[in-house]
């Protein structure tokens, strides 16, 4: 399978965006997709996955209650739905896929590239 993000964009504090991975290739379904993010001078944190069929979401503290993962397998698309952005959400986010489930960072494999969030007034 083969990744691209795209969606990114500045934005104003508690402003939304919505992030799209598009992926290529056979059995889309059978993968899980995770969100990660990295800003500048910042390891690369996790946001959160949505597995494989029954599709289920996982988020991190940092993105709970204000971030929305989706998939639309018929798309062969994974959105990642932001809302009351903050200035540290400002990063390069990019989706990643493992086989099936939300597990570790390692098990992701296959990494689209990057599209970049910019929070700022």
């Known amino acids: 399978v083969q990744l691209q993000a795209f969606g990114g964009g500045f934005v104003q504090p508690g402003g939304s965006l919505r992030l799209s991975c598009t992926a290529s290739g056979s059995a889309w379904a059978n993968y899980a997709i995770g969100w990660f993010r990295q800003a500048p001078g910042k390891v690369r944190e996790g946001v959160g996955c949505?597995?494989?069929?029954?599709?289920?979401?996982v988020y991190a503290d940092s993105a709970k209650g204000r971030f929305t993962i989706s998939r639309d397998n018929a798309n062969n698309t994974v959105h990642l739905h932001m809302n009351n952005l903050r200035p540290e959400d400002s990063a390069i986010y990019y989706c990643a896929a493992a086989l099936k489930y939300c597990s570790a960072d390692k098990d992701f494999t296959t990494w689209g590239q990057g599209t970049e969030v910019t929070v700022s007034s």
């Open positions: 949505i597995s494989a069929e029954p599709a289920h979401a």
